[in-house]
């Protein structure tokens, strides 16, 4: 597995941006497809954008956060991003980035088996 850590986090108001990091260490970095999932309080963890790994970096996005969100990723900072822009109040919850070991994209959260523990976006409208 690789050991994720989240930051970034906070509390914005309606139309602000934040940007989202993901320390990785363990298993190599580049050699792993990264994810941003959601869950806000009382719904299901949700896919939010997925990057593939190393050079072709294919990206996929939820239609919730397509245009607003950027995922992106420095293989040699073994980091990944997640730039958020004219966030809404609905963009409100725990962010958590996930790793597999596939160089094929997913959005299904049961295909990724290493998770950071989340971080805070909440939203004020």
């Known amino acids: 597995q690789v050991q994720l850590v989240e930051s970034g986090g906070g509390l914005v108001q309606a139309g602000d941006s934040l940007r989202l990091s993901c320390a990785a260490s363990g298993r190599s970095f580049s050699r792993n497809t990264m994810g941003w999932f959601r869950q806000a309080p009382g719904k299901e963890r949700e896919f939010v954008a997925a990057?593939?790994?190393?050079?072709?970096?294919?990206?996929d996005y939820a239609d919730a956060v397509k245009g607003r969100f950027t995922i992106s990723r420095d293989n040699a900072k073994n980091t990944l991003y997640l730039q958020m822009n004219s966030l809404r109040p609905e963009d409100t919850a725990v962010y958590y980035c996930?790793?597999?070991?596939?160089?094929?994209?997913?959005?299904?959260?049961?295909?990724?088996?290493?998770w950071g523990q989340g971080t805070q976006v909440t939203v004020s409208s």
């Open positions: 996930a790793a597999r070991t596939s160089s094929i994209l997913s959005r299904r959260r049961n295909e990724y088996d290493s």
């Open positions: 990057i593939s790994w190393w050079s072709d970096s294919r990206m």
